[in-house]
């Protein structure tokens, strides 16, 4: 079975479909053998992947599309693939609980601001009701601000596990997700490709996973 990654955040907007587009892109990148499913009735992963196929004439990843009853059945499908990312809408449905009982690890991207912590804060009792391992994202982190530094520290008080790696707010995510592709790809030498790499790598080390040989 693969290493099974849920995305997961109750929060709207918060960057679930953005972590799974760049996340898919950096691992296929690293010659793993990736499979996807998109929970998510707004199907914003699917039309990506779309993009990409029409871009690549094919797909280099396995996509598949799922609902709550499905999801478990879909996992079993991607059994060959080394990692599998599962991307849910933004709520606390038992669909989502679904997703997350089958993960290995749930990411939960997160804003740094104090709406967006309070409305994580049931996905996070989600996340614990169901013993799962977690890493929240910190996503579209401001440069500096003093508001983002108290989130920080309000985040450990929560005792909420969180990605060394962030991710700041750059145009370069949702312009390479536009093209089907990840930044890794569209700007292997920028900064935006830099924290998705650093995230990238902090996911396979917990998955216990390695890049294949260049
Ligand atoms: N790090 C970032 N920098 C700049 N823009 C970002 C970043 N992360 C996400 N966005 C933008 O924020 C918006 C929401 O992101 P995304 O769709 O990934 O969130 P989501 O959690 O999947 O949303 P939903 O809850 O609706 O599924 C998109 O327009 C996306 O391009
Ligand atoms: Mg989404």
Excluded: Y
């Excluded at 760049?22 to 990506?48: F, K, N, P, Y």
């Excluded at 991607?78 to 606390?92: Q, W």
């Amino acid at each position: 079975m693969p290493f099974i990654v849920t995305v997961a955040q109750r929060k709207g907007g918060a960057g679930k479909t953005t972590l799974c587009c760049q996340l898919i892109a950096a691992l296929v990148g690293c010659g793993l053998d990736v499979a996807a499913i998109d929970m998510d009735d707004q199907r914003s992963l699917t039309r990506w992947a779309e993009t990409r196929a029409a871009r690549l004439g094919g797909l280099d990843f396995a996509h598949d599309t799922a609902s709550g009853f499905t999801v478990a059945m879909a996992a079993r499908r991607a059994r060959a693939a080394d990692i599998l990312l599962i991307d849910t809408p933004p709520s606390v449905e038992p669909a989502v609980a679904r997703a997350i009982a089958l993960a290995d690890l749930v990411l939960a991207p997160l804003q740094l601001s104090p709406l967006d912590l309070d409305a994580s804060l049931p996905t996070a009792r989600m996340i614990g009701e169901a013993r799962r391992d977690a890493l929240f994202v910190i996503n579209r982190a401001p440069p500096r601000a003093r508001v983002a530094d108290r989130i920080r520290s309000e985040i450990s008080r929560h005792g909420l596990p969180v990605a060394a790696a962030e991710l700041r707010s750059r145009a370069a995510f949702a312009e390479s997700i536009a093209d089907g592709r990840g930044v890794t790809e569209s700007e292997p030498r920028g900064r935006a490709a830099a924290e998705v790499a650093a995230l990238t790598d902090e996911l396979l080390s917990v998955a216990g996973l390695r890049r294949a040989a260049a």
